[in-house]
């Protein structure tokens, strides 16, 4: 009786009676199921199936990604993925690419994407660092690339070149090159700056070309003007620091120069200290900028001196952090803090070098010179130097007229690595070149240093 009502029910509402779909018990209340199975003719589901079991995407992201895609048909979309494959982009690349911007799949592949990724090829993009620009910047797959590589080789880019500005600044390739780009460039030529400078400038700093020319830039270029008094001066900025041409004027370099001025540093030396480092006035919000101002001046630095400015210069160069670390690793080599506080106060410079410099120059002298540390504290100009090419070199020829028995007595290590590279070359490499020929090859850095065989003096 049960198995005759059974069949004489309609199928779907036998359906609907059953507890149990799929294994799953549902309430009466609610019985549509979890999931159904996949739809081969609905491009919905065609679409999320190819983007969880092609581009890896979790069933979330590829359900997300749907709403903006529909794949009808895998032809394109397979051609896209190869494509990638093929330029050396990963499958986690493509995984991350693929969610951030589904729509690429959908995109022109003959005359778009193919191109395009051959255009990059050619700048010498491939892998990890196509990946990460196109990550960064996705739609530049769609862009005119052609038309913005054209427009910067046309004005002097190198490849190399190109590639770098790409890489920082992406984003420029969707701007209309002739009336967005064009302008900015026949302004910085306006300035003095020649077409080299320029592509140096813009491929070091390509973030100017996003700014508004006549809303940024001149008024940024005018302020500059009125405070350094002539176009030479501001050219000369310039060329110290790209990034004063978008200098916050109003909200961080002018109240910088006022807190100087307030401590009664002169105004050439205020203009001496922007030209010397641009980025010391016109990168350091006023609250930082005051309180290294302040610390100069109770370490005792005379405001009228350039070592003032010069103090300024090292500690905007270091975070509180950074400096401790540069402290540590003098103190590392037996020197105490009143011999470091005395080096900074004899060359302020000194703090302004890297940490890893630091302990290389000082291993140096203490381990292959045989210096005592105090002693390069008293003459903490020895650190600027160039330790592979100027002071290993010089230090070379020195150690092969010794062995010569061309030079007996004790030389100063100041006067060796301070005097001009013309003196030294005359006093040092030419007077005995004939009689020693391994002088010259010491100099240009091919005789390996091993020391001196006497011990150097200051």
Not at 261 to 284: C, E
Not at 445 to 458: D, H, R, S, V, Y
Request: net charge positive; glycine share 4%.
């Amino acid at each position: 009786m049960l198995r005759l009502i059974s069949v004489k029910l309609p199928q779907q509402l036998r359906r609907r009676a059953s507890p149990i779909c799929h294994g799953h018990l549902f309430s009466t209340s609610s019985l549509k199921p979890i999931s159904d199975p996949p739809n081969s003719t609905d491009p919905k589901s065609l679409t999320v199936s190819f983007l969880r079991d092609s581009c890896g995407l979790s069933l979330e992201l590829a359900t997300s990604a749907s709403k903006k895609l529909n794949i009808e048909n895998v032809e394109n979309p397979n051609s896209v993925l190869n494509l990638l494959r093929t330029h050396g982009l990963t499958q986690n690349h493509i995984m991350h690419l693929i969610s951030s911007r589904p729509l690429l799949l959908s995109a022109d592949f003959g005359n778009t994407l193919k191109p395009n990724m051959e255009l990059f090829k050619s700048l010498g993009f491939s892998g990890a660092n196509l990946a990460k620009m196109l990550t960064k910047y996705p739609n530049l797959l769609e862009s005119d690339a052609y038309t913005a590589v054209e427009f910067f080789r046309a004005h002097g880019f190198s490849d190399k070149q190109i590639k770098t500005l790409t890489m920082k600044c992406p984003e420029l390739y969707v701007y209309n090159a002739q009336k967005i780009l064009q302008p900015k460039l026949e302004f910085f030529k306006s300035l003095g700056l020649s077409d080299l400078e320029i592509t140096k400038l813009l491929s070091a700093w390509p973030y100017i070309l996003t700014r508004s020319l006549e809303k940024r830039i001149i008024p940024c270029i005018q302020e500059l003007r009125r405070f350094l008094g002539t176009d030479e001066s501001v050219l000369k900025a310039i060329r110290r620091c790209y990034g004063v041409i978008e200098s916050n004027v109003v909200h961080i370099l002018q109240p910088n120069i006022d807190t100087l001025i307030s401590h009664g540093v002169p105004q050439s030396l205020v203009l001496k200290l922007f030209l010397i480092k641009p980025a010391s006035l016109n990168s350091i919000c006023g609250n930082r900028f005051s309180e290294i101002v302040n610390e100069v001046m109770k370490l005792g630095f005379d405001p009228n001196c350039l070592k003032f400015v010069l103090a300024i210069v090292s500690m905007s160069q270091n975070s509180k952090t950074l400096w401790e670390q540069k402290v540590e690793a003098f103190r590392s080599f037996g020197l105490s803090d009143d011999e470091i506080c005395s080096a900074f106060k004899r060359q302020p410079l000194c703090m302004a070098i890297s940490e890893k410099k630091i302990k290389k120059m000082m291993g140096f002298f203490v381990n292959k010179l045989k210096m005592k540390p105090s002693m390069i504290s008293k003459s903490p100009i020895l650190l600027l130097h160039s330790l592979e090419k100027r002071i290993i070199p010089r230090c070379s020829v020195l150690q092969v007229l010794m062995l010569k028995g061309l030079i007996k007595d004790n030389i100063s290590i100041l006067y060796m690595v301070t005097m001009a590279e013309k003196e030294f070359l005359v006093k040092f490499v030419s007077k005995y070149q004939n009689e020693v020929p391994d002088i010259v090859r010491a100099h240009q850095g091919k005789i390996e240093f091993q020391g001196l065989p006497i011990a150097m003096e200051m």
